[in-house]
């Protein structure tokens, strides 16, 4: 058990690196298409699009990491990301220095 939720901390920490948070996606869209799409703003480091054990499709969402920086605000810069006829809502992720993180004891 408690092998797990270090698991599960280190995902959450993991999820940090990312730069763009990405959410009702299509079920029929795969982590391929995604990162076909997106390499058009730049260079997609990375699309990670969990799955659900249970069920077996992915969870509508997904974190997307670019190389720099400048490729982030390309795909922010465009209003609406349409796939399959569904549009993407997207979030910037905040990277915080450690020193500025919030106390979650507070």
């Known amino acids: ?3 797990a939720s270090v698991v599960r901390a280190a995902g959450r920490r993991s999820r940090r690196l990312f730069d763009i948070f990405v959410a009702e996606i299509p079920w029929t869209v795969s982590s391929k298409e995604l990162k076909d799409y997106f390499s058009q703003f ?4 990375r699309c990670q699009l969990p799955f659900d054990r249970d069920t077996g499709f992915h969870r509508r969402y997904c974190w997307i990491k670019f190389s720099t920086p400048e490729e982030v605000q390309n795909v922010l810069q465009k209003d609406s990301h349409i796939l399959e006829g569904s549009k993407l809502a997207l979030k910037q992720q905040i990277r915080r220095r450690r020193n ?3 106390n979650p004891r507070e």
């Open 100 to 102: 500025q993180r919030k």
């Open 42 to 45: 730049g260079s997609v480091q």
């Open 1 to 3: 058990m408690a092998a």
